[in-house]
């Protein structure tokens, strides 16, 4: 088994990565969680596979299993979501020990972790990803949160603020089972691979090579290369975390391209994945890297033809209007007295925090990645 200790004084957990994890899952948690309840949040989709396979191995190691399902869209990781899974942790009873363990996606893992961050003050909370993206990104580091609606933007339409209302809140053990990515589509697969380039964009340029390298082993889902990516790009998230736990500074390199994919990421007529937005949010920060003097244009078409290797989006399939996005950009969780804070990537590897980018040329980088000027 891998193993990825994240050491944060009293809120240290570690990572376990292994092929089969699932049926071992009531002896692990059991190591962290005292009280024989514990809820499990699962989305909906894998409730009757994953989801009864967890189930039984938590009653084989003597919990009393609640089980809340909820289904995962953008949509629905909402201030109503976690209504409901406070009346479900009242239902069961769940007291300050009972942990809540979320199964599932990235949305799973950041609207449970919300709801356990925030009952009773606070329950153990167990993540269990299910997808690559939460495997490598969204259930390590403790940001947990649901999406609330902004005001209205410059042309009266109203969209999703992502992960506005939110906290931090550290698991007590992460379970990456890396075998229940066979059945996720291929689709929500390739949307995890943008986080893993964002990882080698931000820290290890090795990473970037693997990528390219095992392209068709990664494509084919090859379990032994599979765990190798997820464990390559979780140290990266994890040693990250360790260095800045509430994104005071460096952590905020892992925004790398989401301050550019939040907004687009809501926009329904868009249909992106959280990954698709990524991949197209860093091809607009890798724009405005070239366009600050940041990057040369052969970085750009390598890391582009590396996105698109992988099944990923490069540009807007539609053009969505300039001043809007912009608008929403200034929500932003980084805006600070008022200006866009953006991570741009680095000549020879890494990213660095720039504030006071030209407004100019954060719409020309919108319209390289295919955003319309004119809207
Ligand atoms: N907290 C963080 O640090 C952090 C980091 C990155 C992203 N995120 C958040 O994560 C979310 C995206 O997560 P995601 O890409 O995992 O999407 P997701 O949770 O929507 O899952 C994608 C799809 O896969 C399905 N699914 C999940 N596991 C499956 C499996 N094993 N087999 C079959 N189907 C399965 C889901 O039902 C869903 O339809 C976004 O809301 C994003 O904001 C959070």
Not at 79 to 107: D, F, Q, T, W
Not at 202 to 217: C, M, W
Not at 339 to 366: K, Y
Request: charged share 20%.
């Amino acid at each position: 088994m891998r193993t990825i200790e994240i050491n944060l004084a009293d809120r240290s957990y570690s990572i376990l990565i292994e092929s089969g994890l699932l049926t071992r899952a009531g002896e692990l948690v059991r190591q962290v969680a005292a009280s024989d309840r514990a809820l499990l949040v699962v989305d909906s989709q894998i409730a009757s596979s994953h989801g009864a396979l967890v189930g039984r191995a938590l009653e084989q190691a003597g919990f009393r299993i609640a089980i809340h399902e909820f289904k995962a869209e953008e949509t629905g990781k909402s201030l109503e979501a976690m209504r409901n899974i406070y009346a479900a942790l009242l239902a069961a009873k769940m007291e300050r020990s009972s942990p809540v363990i979320a199964l599932g996606g990235g949305i799973v893992g950041d609207v449970a972790g919300f709801a356990a961050a925030t009952y009773l003050r606070g329950v153990p909370l167990i993540q269990i990803p299910t997808t690559l993206l939460a495997m490598v990104d969204a259930s390590i580091g403790g940001k947990t949160g649901v999406n609330y609606p902004l005001p209205p933007g410059p042309d009266g339409q109203v969209t999703l603020g992502k992960n506005l209302i939110g906290s931090f809140w550290q698991p007590r053990m992460v379970l990456t089972d890396p075998s229940t990515l066979l059945t996720l589509a291929s689709r929500d697969f390739r949307s995890g691979l943008a986080e893993c380039v964002k990882h080698g964009m931000i820290a290890d340029a090795s990473l970037l090579d693997f990528l390219t390298t095992h392209k068709d082993k990664i494509a084919a889902l090859d379990l032994g290369v599979l765990t190798d990516l997820i464990e390559r790009s979780a140290r990266i998230k994890a040693s990250i975390v360790m260095e800045d736990e509430t994104e005071a500074d460096r952590r905020a390199l892992l925004n790398l391209g989401h301050t550019f994919a939040h907004v687009i990421e809501p926009i329904a007529a868009l249909d992106l994945r959280h990954g698709e937005a990524v991949s197209i949010g860093l091809c607009a920060a890798i724009a405005c890297s070239i366009l600050t003097g940041r990057l040369a244009e052969t970085d750009q078409i390598r890391l582009r033809e590396l996105l698109e290797s992988l099944g990923l989006p490069v540009r807007l399939a539609n053009p969505v209007s300039i001043p809007t996005l912009i608008s929403a950009m200034r929500y932003d969780k980084k805006v600070s007295g008022g200006q866009i804070r953006l991570i741009l990537p680095t000549r020879g590897g890494g990213a660095e925090i720039v504030e006071g980018v030209e407004e100019s040329l954060i719409a020309q980088a919108w319209a390289d990645v295919g955003a319309d000027p004119e809207g």
